[in-house]
């Protein structure tokens, strides 16, 4: 029924489907590490597998492009998908079940109640995505009503989606736990995403400038530097010198993302850009590892 050394995955595309398998693992005091994804997996993704993999006893991924989270303009028609690929990556990487539901199985209806995130989702991403995060915190709470995991884990690639989605947990008393991974990027230092698809070779090294920036960023506050207003024009304009198109930089704490004038290690440079059509965003805190709990972790790290 689950994966095993011969990687066989077991597939459900309904929500009746994930009840009976949750049912049975708890019969059998097996713990669920859940992985949410739009699909498309990369390195990114698997190290959230991994993780979970490591914490729990069974791991669920789900592969779903939640129509609900783009805006009328943006790329949902667009957004990659393979799922055969995927499959073979999560029964390589020892996945138990892949939920890869249709949008009738989660919106059998249009969806009337919605998941308000409230302030901090309009900062950052939320001002140029206005809608985004409660189509992200809406579908995230649905899947944790099917799933009903012990353990979900986000990766730190949408800082500000899974600081959310950690105050809807503490907010709406969900029982989860939100585990956060670290940013997994390509050797040159670009942040792996679904979307680095859309790049061709220009766009490609114009893509580079985000984690360029937050090198830049990070060098300078380490040489003294601690003036936001500085470390922030240093980021755009090595992004706008690449000829990508700035959404934001922003130095902010990391814990409700208020702008800090003067910067200390645990807070965090987020920024966004537009190269060609692609928006793409990235972050790296300014000096110490830093995570939402405050413990830290060694594999967050863009080296300066
Ligand atoms: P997505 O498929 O883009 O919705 O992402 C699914 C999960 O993978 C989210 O928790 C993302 O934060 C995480 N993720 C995406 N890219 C990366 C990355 N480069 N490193 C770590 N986690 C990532």
């Known amino acids: 029924m689950e994966n095993d050394e011969a990687g066989h995955l077991r597939v459900e595309r309904t929500v009746s489907g994930i009840r009976t398998m949750r049912a049975v693992w708890r019969s059998q005091?097996?713990?669920i590490g859940f992985v949410p994804t739009m699909g498309y997996l990369h390195e990114g993704h698997l190290s959230l597998v991994d993780l979970a993999r490591r914490r729990c006893d069974s791991v669920v991924v789900s592969i779903f492009v939640n129509p609900t989270q783009f805006g009328p303009t943006e790329d949902?028609?667009?957004y990659p998908r393979d799922l055969e690929s995927d499959l073979a990556a999560c029964a390589a990487r020892g996945v138990d079940l892949v939920f890869a539901p249709g949008e009738e199985e989660i919106y059998p209806r249009p969806q009337t109640i919605w998941i308000e995130p409230g302030p901090l989702a309009q900062r950052l991403c939320g001002r140029s995505r206005p809608t985004h995060f409660r189509g992200v915190l809406t579908v995230v709470a649905k899947l944790f009503a099917i799933v009903e995991p012990d353990i979900a884990v986000?990766?730190?690639?949408?800082?500000?989606q899974a600081l959310l989605i950690r105050r809807m947990v503490e907010e709406l008393a969900i029982p989860a736990r939100v585990e956060l991974g670290a940013i997994v990027r390509e050797p040159d230092g670009l942040a792996m995403s679904s979307r680095n698809r859309y790049l061709d070779a220009r766009e490609r090294e114009a893509a580079l400038a985000l984690s360029r920036a937050l090198r830049l960023v990070r060098a300078a506050f380490a040489e003294g530097e601690a003036d936001a207003e500085e470390l922030s024009c240093l980021a755009r304009d090595t992004m706008a010198g690449a000829g990508a198109r700035v959404d934001y930089v922003e130095i902010v704490d990391p814990y409700g993302l208020d702008p800090v004038e003067r910067v200390s290690a645990h807070d965090l440079c987020a920024v966004a850009a537009y190269v060609g059509d692609t928006r793409?965003?990235?972050?790296?805190?300014?000096g110490d590892p830093c995570s939402l709990d405050g413990t830290g972790s060694p594999l967050t790290e863009l080296r300066t």
């Open 154 to 160: 986000f990766g730190r690639k949408d800082f500000q």
């Open 280 to 286: 793409l965003i990235d972050n790296s805190p300014l």
């Open 29 to 31: 005091g097996r713990s």
């Open 76 to 78: 949902f028609a667009d």
